[in-house]
Nanobody
Framework: VQLQASGGGLVQAGGFLGLSCVAS????????MGWFRRAPGKEREFVAA????????FFANSVKGRFTISRDNAKNTVYLEMSSLNPEDTAVYYC????????????????WGQGTLVTVSS
């Protein structure tokens, strides 16, 4: 499966930004979808994930209550809505896909998008 993330940009602290990731190739609904991010000088970290049916969602503690993840299997798209953004959210955001069960480990994901940059100004 090929993944294409979009929606990044520059936003002020406290603002909102929405990311999208469109998948092509094999059946989108077969995959757990995740979002990860890599901030400058830091390791890649888990942000959120959503189960294949879009019912179960999982979040890193650092974004819980501020970010939401959803998917539209008919459109082969997963979304990440980010609110109350702060400068610590500045990073390149990646969408990723894996089969079977949810994971918050990047190594568990088989397919990755190219990343989209989110910059939060103070």
């Amino acid at each position: 499966v090929q993944l294409q993330a979009s929606g990044g940009g520059l936003v002020q602290a406290g603002g909102f930004l929405g990311l999208s990731c469109v998948a092509s190739g094999r059946s989108f609904s077969n995959y757990v979808m995740g979002w990860f991010r890599r901030a400058p000088g830091k390791e890649r970290e888990f942000v959120a994930a959503i189960g294949r049916a879009g019912i179960n969602t999982f979040f890193a503690n650092s974004v819980k209550g501020r970010f939401t993840i959803s998917r539209d299997n008919a459109k082969n798209t997963v979304y990440l809505e980010m609110s109350s953004l702060n400068p610590e959210d500045t990073a390149v955001y990646y969408c990723a896909a894996k089969e079977n069960l949810y994971s918050n480990r990047a190594a568990a994901y088989d397919y990755w998008g190219q990343g989209t940059l989110v910059t939060v100004s103070s």
